[in-house]
């Protein structure tokens, strides 16, 4: 296999076609004071033309339509949008996708290839979950960041750097170095112009703006019928703590227009305030509770499942899954290591 092609294939260079600066937001609903701030934030920062800058938000707040809105929204929206999502690669070849590679620079390396730093040109390299990048490559990161200057893997010469870089993260930081995993220049570095996306339940009011949103939007993708919310259900929605955000109220209220019936939208079409709620919105089947047979079962196998079974629920979310089970990442990342817990699809 030529595992210099598959590595330069996972990239993915998505097509740049930039609304107008005014428009680069509008995919963004919400009327809160606390959403239009972060906007207005995000907006000042795409139009002063800002090189580095830091999405922060928990999972499902819109950390990546918002760093779609900062390469809208300002000079670099002529170029390219190339996401990288950081933890999806281990370290080699996520080295060799960002800074390129000379040809033999490694096994597999056949010809010389641009890294993504390069191809995002005069556009925006979107670096999602940050936190996840390895710790020897954050000085290289560093590097290119501060002095605008790459190296290929395997090349002496240095390339200058054009574009933008949106990093963006739904774990702190801060934690992140606190434990080591994470270089505090680094964090400094990216910290400079900080969008902190505030998580739905501070957004007042947006939950009903957005649920109705994603109602019409959802019976005109099927092409059924566009429901009203029953005021009911939009005071269950109202009342739910959405830790998945918005993309959990997407989620539920997608499934509530294909499978609901009648004239509105009812709170039972929701199915919310069912503990199984959140494992459904995320596909995961329900389960029954942790078994424990007349015999007894061992400690250790009862906190593999728990493990597993948390981790299917946050779909691989460790974050997520370490703050539900009250543990550090590390300590979950020694667990799934340990118990040879695997993705489904590993
Ligand atoms: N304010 C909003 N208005 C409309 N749609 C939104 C809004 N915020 C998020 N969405 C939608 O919710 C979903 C999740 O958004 P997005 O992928 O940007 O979140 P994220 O913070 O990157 O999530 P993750 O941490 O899981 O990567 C997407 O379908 C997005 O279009
Ligand atoms: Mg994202």
Known sequence: MNQGLALVETGGVSAPVGPEASEAFASIVGDSPALRRCLADARRIAERGARTVL?????????????????????????????????????????????????????GARERKKGLLEVAGEGTLFLDEVSSLPLDLQPKLLR????????????????????????ATNESLETAVATGRFRAD?????????????????????????????????????????????????????????????????????????????????????????????????????HPGIEIPPDGRTLASIEAEAVARML???????????????ISRPTLTRKIRQYGIRPPNA
Not at 62 to 78: M, Q, T, V
Not at 148 to 157: N, P, T
Not at 240 to 246: I, L, S
Not at 312 to 326: D, P, Q, V
């Open 186 to 286: 680094l964090y400094y570095r990216l910290n400079v112009l900080p969008v902190t996306i505030p998580p739905l339940r501070e957004r007042e009011g947006d939950v009903t703006t957005l649920a109705r949103h994603f109602a019409r939007e959802a019976a005109e993708r099927n092409g059924v019928a566009v429901r009203l919310l029953s005021p009911e259900a939009l005071g269950v929605l109202e009342a739910h703590g959405w830790p998945g955000n918005v993309r959990e109220l997407k989620n539920v209220v997608d499934r509530a227009v294909v499978m609901g019936s009648g004239p509105s939208i009812g709170s039972d079409d929701l199915h919310l305030g069912r503990r199984r709620a959140r494992a459904e919105d995320r596909g995961v089947a329900e």
């Open 55 to 107: 999405v922060i938000g928990e999972t499902g707040t819109g950390k990546e339509l918002f760093a779609r809105g900062i390469h809208a929204g300002g000079p670099a929206s002529d170029g390219p949008f190339v996401p990288v999502n950081c933890p999806a690669l281990p370290a080699s070849l996520l080295e060799a996708e960002l800074f390129g590679y000379e040809r033999g620079a490694f096994t």
């Open 312 to 326: 299917e629920i946050t779909g691989w979310n460790k974050s997520a899954a370490a703050r539900i089970l009250e």
């Open 144 to 167: 290119a960041l501060e002095d605008r200057k790459i190296r290929r893997v395997g090349g002496l010469e240095e390339i200058a750097i054009r574009c933008r870089v949106v990093a």
